[in-house]
């Protein structure tokens, strides 16, 4: 007689919210489905860091959509269903060993490498310099914005395969001064440089494009509630961000040059983008006495 297939792993999410563990399947008579039917017939894979927020589920439904697998990386308890494997961010364990586990964990589950890391995590808040409450604002905006993109940019330095394509979220508003809301354009202006660096890295693959996506306002559940009364049809869909994306990691044709930060508002419904080149600044000698 035929021996019985020995039981499969399933990857399930950590009671204790530290991603994913390794348990068997020993129910007589089923398998495991973990990678998904679909999932192991696909030939590329992407990582969304922020999967589970407003932006980060435009991203993975664009995905699954193209055909693309995807692995969801998020804050325990904000996973995202539509993905083929979630992976939690432990944000009260060490830095440096978190990250090295997720490397480690992300290796296994692609180990010919990622075709895309988008980095969808982030929030807001306001306030000004001269408020002092506006301290613990700037040193939120730098966990959350600023270092969920550091964590994108290491993973992809390390996991994207050549010719793959990152991108990280930054923010329109911090192209200008932020006086009201200081914490937030400080996280999003240091993410504009991170792309711009990371781009110039020479510990990327061969090939990979590095590109900065700029919202002006997106159109989110949470923003709808956080400004009730502005005009909601000036505002981004978070679809049309995924959608592009998406279409950017499939053909490099279509890719703004590496290093660009790209702003997305939207005009009469239609969302418009806008490639900021990285050009060197022009800088003018100042005098001994002044200028």
């Known amino acids: 007689a035929r021996a019985p297939n020995p039981p499969l792993p399933c990857r399930c999410r950590s009671p204790h919210g530290r991603g994913i563990s390794e348990q068997p399947s020993h129910l007589p008579g089923t398998r495991s489905l973990w990678p998904p039917p679909q999932a192991a017939m696909r030939t590329r894979t992407a990582l969304v860091v922020g999967g589970g927020g407003s932006l980060g589920r435009s991203l993975v439904k664009a995905l699954r959509n193209a055909g693309v697998a995807s692995i969801s990386l998020d804050l325990p308890g904000a996973g995202n269903r539509l993905a083929d494997e979630v992976l939690s961010y432990d944000a009260a364990r060490d830095w440096k060993e978190e990250l090295g586990r997720l490397r480690r964990e992300l290796h296994e589950a692609a180990p010919t490498g990622l075709d895309l890391v988008a980095h969808a995590a982030g929030t807001w808040a306001g306030g000004s310099i001269s408020e002092i409450d506006s301290l613990d604002s700037i040193s939120s905006m730098s966990f959350i914005n600023l270092r969920s993109a550091i964590n994108a940019s290491y993973l992809g330095v390390h996991l994207l395969r050549p010719g793959a394509l990152m991108m990280l979220t930054g923010a329109a508003a911090a192209l200008e001064p932020t ?113």
């Open 179 to 291: 006086p009201g809301m200081i914490g937030y354009g400080l996280s999003k202006a240091a993410t504009h440089h991170l792309i711009r660096s990371v781009a110039a890295d020479p510990s990327l693959a061969p090939g990979c494009t590095v590109v900065g996506v700029l919202p002006d306002v997106l159109d989110t559940e949470g923003n709808r509630a956080a400004m009730p009364d502005a005009d909601f049809s000036a505002w981004t869909n978070p679809d049309a961000v995924g959608d592009r994306v998406v279409r950017w990691m499939g053909d490099k044709t279509l890719r703004p040059e590496s290093g660009s930060l790209v702003k997305v508002h939207t005009v009469n419904g239609k969302a418009v983008w806008t490639e900021f080149r990285q050009v060197a600044a022009e800088g003018v000698e100042l005098s001994a006495t002044g200028p």
